[in-house]
C-alpha cells in the first residue's frame, strides 16, 4: 500500500554524536512525507529513558556537590532532514524492497540535542547541549502492516557546548564554551507506523 505520509512511534539503539552515554531507552516519535518518488523529508522527537542511577555533579553555595539521580527521560533530541530512496526501479526489477518510503537511502540530517541542567539535586531546565549535521546510509523496510525497520549511519559535525567549573578561592564559576568536533550518529529503530 502506498502512502505519502508515515507517522512512526518507536524504540531502538540511538548513538550519538558524543558516543554512548550508559543505558539508555531512545523513544522516537516521528513523521516522515514523500516528495516525488525518491525524496522524503522527516522530522523526530527522540527522548531518552535512562535505565540507571548516575552521579550528577553541581554547584551547592562555595562548594560542589553529588548526588545520584533515579532512571528518567534524560534528554530530548529534535532530528530533521531529507532523504533520498536510490536505485527503486532496479530493486522492483529484482523483487527487492522498494516503493513508497521503502528502500536503501542516503540523507542528510540535523539534531538539536538538549539535556538537563542541575542547579541542585533535581534537574531546573532542560539545555542545549549540541546541534549537530550529519550525511547518512540507511535501509528502510516494512515488516508487515504496522511494523517498520528503519537503519542509518554516518559521519557528522556538531558544535558541542562543554562547562568548565573553577574556583576563585571563595566559590565555583562555570563558564561554556563550544567546539566543532568530528562524529558518527548511528540509529537503529523498530517502530510502530500508520
Not at 5 to 27: A, D
Not at 140 to 169: C, M
Request: aromatic share 14%; charged share 20%.
Amino acid at each position: 500500500m502506498s502512502r505519502k505520509t508515515m507517522f512512526k512511534l518507536g524504540l531502538g539503539l540511538h548513538r550519538t554524536f558524543t558516543g554512548f552515554r550508559g543505558v539508555r531507552l531512545p523513544i522516537t516519535l516521528g513523521v516522515e512525507r514523500q516528495l516525488g518518488s525518491k525524496f522524503s523529508v522527516y522530522g523526530n522527537l527522540v527522548t531518552d529513558l535512562d535505565l540507571r542511577e548516575r552521579p550528577v555533579y553541581y554547584l551547592i553555595g562555595p562548594s560542589a556537590a553529588t548526588t545520584f539521580r533515579p532512571p528518567f527521560l534524560s534528554r530530548y533530541v529534535i532530528e530533521a532532514g531529507s532523504r533520498y530512496y536510490y536505485n527503486q526501479a532496479a530493486r522492483m526489477c529484482h523483487n527487492r524492497a522498494a516503493g513508497s518510503l521503502v528502500g536503501n537511502f542516503i540523507a542528510l540530517q540535523t539534531n538539536v540535542d538538549f539535556e538537563p541542567f542541575y542547579t541542585g539535586e533535581r534537574p531546573q531546565r532542560m539545555h542545549y547541549s549540541f546541534a549537530g549535521l550529519s550525511a547518512q546510509w540507511g535501509m528502510q523496510r516494512r515488516l508487515g502492516t504496522i511494523a517498520l525497520f528503519d537503519f542509518s549511519v554516518g559521519p557528522g559535525i556538531y558544535n558541542k557546548e562543554y562547562i568548565r567549573y573553577t574556583h576563585n578561592g571563595t566559590y565555583y564559576q562555570s563558564n561554556t564554551y563550544h567546539r566543532v568536533e568530528l562524529g558518527v550518529e548511528l540509529n537503529l529503530r523498530l517502530s510502530i507506523v500508520r
